[in-house]
C-alpha cells in the first residue's frame, strides 16, 4: 500500500566488508550487532551479496537460500525489534525451480517481506555471476514512508532505460546494492549522481568494501539527493553512514526545474523518425 512521504527520515548506509576468512554465519551475527548497536533509524542499506560474498564463486550453489533463510531470517527478526525497514542488500536466491538468482530484498518495520527484486543485469566481465545465476525479468516499486521505492543491484547502475522504467512508475527514490570493485570507482561516482540528476530521484548506494580473493570493493558508498547533491558518503573501510532524508524533496525539485514533466517515453523515443533530418 502506497504510503505519502513524510519529512526527515533516517537512512543508515552500512559498508560491509567480507572476508574470505569468515563463515556466512558468522557474518549475519555480526551485521546483526551493527544493526542492533543503531538508534532510530528509518530505513537500513546493506551491500550486494554481502552474506556469501559477491567473488565466492566456488560456492554460490551451497551458499544460496531460501527467503525464508538466515540472511532474510535476520533481516525480519531485527526489523521488527527495532521497528526499521531493512533493504537488506541481495541474497544468492534458490528458485523453486532450483535456479539461482541475486535477489535484492526490503523487509518493512514489522519484519515482513515488503519487496523482492532479482538482478536483471547479471555481470559477465571478469565475473561468474552471468554463468552461475539466471536474470530476473520483473521490476519493482513499492511504497514506503520515504515515497515511492525502487531496487536495483550494482551492474543495473550502467542501464539508463532501466532507471528511466523505474522513474515512469513513480519511483521518488532508489537502492542500488553493490559489490563495485575499486578498480572503477570513477564509475560508480559518476553513474550514481547522474541517476539522482536525470530522474530527479533519490539514490541510495551501499557498496561493499575490503577484499575478496584477489579483488578490492570500492567502497564510497552515499546517498544523493534529488538535485545531485551528495548528502553522505563513506570512505573505502567498513562504516555505517546515517543521513536525514527528506521524502518530500523529489516534487519540490521537479516542480522548481521540470525535467520529468518534459521528458518523453521510451515508447515515444522508440518511434521517432529514423531519417537524418537533412530535408528539414
Given at each position: 500500500m502506497t504510503q505519502?512521504p513524510?519529512a526527515?527520515?533516517?537512512?543508515?548506509l552500512?559498508?560491509?566488508?567480507s572476508p574470505d576468512?569468515e563463515?556466512?554465519?558468522?557474518?549475519?551475527?555480526?551485521?546483526?550487532?551493527?544493526?542492533?548497536?543503531?538508534e532510530?533509524i528509518?530505513?537500513?542499506?546493506?551491500p550486494?551479496?554481502?552474506?556469501?560474498?559477491?567473488?565466492?564463486f566456488?560456492?554460490?550453489?551451497?551458499?544460496?537460500?531460501?527467503l525464508?533463510?538466515p540472511?532474510?531470517s535476520?533481516?525480519?527478526?531485527?526489523?521488527?525489534?527495532?521497528?526499521s525497514?531493512?533493504?537488506?542488500?541481495?541474497?544468492?536466491?534458490?528458485?523453486?525451480?532450483?535456479?539461482?538468482?541475486?535477489?535484492?530484498?526490503?523487509?518493512?518495520?514489522?519484519?515482513?517481506?515488503?519487496?523482492t527484486?532479482?538482478?536483471?543485469?547479471v555481470?559477465?566481465?571478469?565475473?561468474?555471476?552471468?554463468?552461475?545465476?539466471?536474470p530476473?525479468?520483473?521490476?519493482?516499486?513499492?511504497?514506503t514512508?520515504?515515497g515511492?521505492?525502487?531496487?536495483?543491484?550494482c551492474?543495473?547502475?550502467?542501464f539508463p532505460?532501466?532507471?528511466?522504467?523505474?522513474?515512469?512508475?513513480?519511483a521518488?527514490?532508489?537502492?542500488?546494492?553493490?559489490?563495485?570493485?575499486?578498480?572503477?570507482?570513477?564509475?560508480?561516482?559518476?553513474?550514481?549522481?547522474?541517476?539522482a540528476?536525470e530522474h530527479?530521484?533519490?539514490?541510495?548506494?551501499?557498496?561493499a568494501?575490503?577484499?575478496?580473493?584477489?579483488?578490492?570493493?570500492?567502497?564510497f558508498?552515499?546517498v544523493?539527493?534529488p538535485?545531485g547533491?551528495?548528502?553522505?558518503?563513506?570512505?573505502?573501510?567498513?562504516?555505517?553512514?546515517i543521513v536525514?532524508?527528506?521524502?518530500?524533496?523529489?516534487?519540490?525539485?521537479?516542480?522548481?526545474?521540470?525535467?520529468?514533466?518534459?521528458?518523453?517515453?521510451?515508447?515515444?523515443?522508440?518511434?521517432l523518425?529514423a531519417?537524418?533530418?537533412?530535408?528539414?
Amino acid at each position: 500500500m502506497t504510503q505519502p512521504p513524510t519529512a526527515a527520515r533516517r537512512v543508515a548506509l552500512l559498508q560491509i566488508a567480507s572476508p574470505d576468512s569468515e563463515s556466512q554465519a558468522e557474518r549475519i551475527d555480526r551485521v546483526e550487532d551493527m544493526l542492533r548497536q543503531q538508534e532510530r533509524i528509518d530505513l537500513f542499506v546493506l551491500p550486494e551479496l554481502w552474506s556469501a560474498g559477491y567473488f565466492n564463486f566456488e560456492h554460490y550453489a551451497e551458499l544460496a537460500e531460501g527467503l525464508d533463510g538466515p540472511t532474510v531470517s535476520m533481516a525480519r527478526r531485527v526489523a521488527k525489534d527495532l521497528g526499521s525497514a531493512i533493504h537488506l542488500g541481495s541474497v544468492i536466491e534458490r528458485g523453486a525451480d532450483d535456479a539461482l538468482h541475486n535477489t535484492a530484498v526490503l523487509v518493512d518495520a514489522n519484519g515482513e517481506v515488503a519487496q523482492t527484486y532479482r538482478k536483471i543485469h547479471v555481470f559477465g566481465y571478469q565475473s561468474l555471476e552471468s554463468q552461475l545465476l539466471t536474470p530476473g525479468d520483473r521490476l519493482s516499486v513499492v511504497g514506503t514512508p520515504l515515497g515511492e521505492l525502487g531496487s536495483t543491484t550494482c551492474y543495473d547502475l550502467r542501464f539508463p532505460g532501466l532507471w528511466q522504467e523505474l522513474s515512469a512508475r513513480g519511483a521518488d527514490a532508489v537502492v542500488v546494492p553493490a559489490a563495485w570493485p575499486a578498480a572503477r570507482r570513477e564509475h560508480w561516482t559518476l553513474l550514481s549522481q547522474a541517476r539522482a540528476v536525470e530522474h530527479q530521484i533519490w539514490v541510495f548506494a551501499c557498496n561493499a568494501c575490503g577484499t575478496q580473493g584477489d579483488v578490492q570493493l570500492g567502497g564510497f558508498s552515499r546517498v544523493i539527493d534529488p538535485s545531485g547533491r551528495i548528502v553522505g558518503e563513506c570512505g573505502d573501510g567498513e562504516e555505517v553512514l546515517i543521513v536525514e532524508v527528506d521524502a518530500a524533496q523529489v516534487a519540490e525539485v521537479r516542480r522548481e526545474f521540470p525535467v520529468i514533466a518534459d521528458r518523453l517515453s521510451a515508447q515515444d523515443y522508440a518511434e521517432l523518425s529514423a531519417q537524418s533530418g537533412a530535408a528539414l
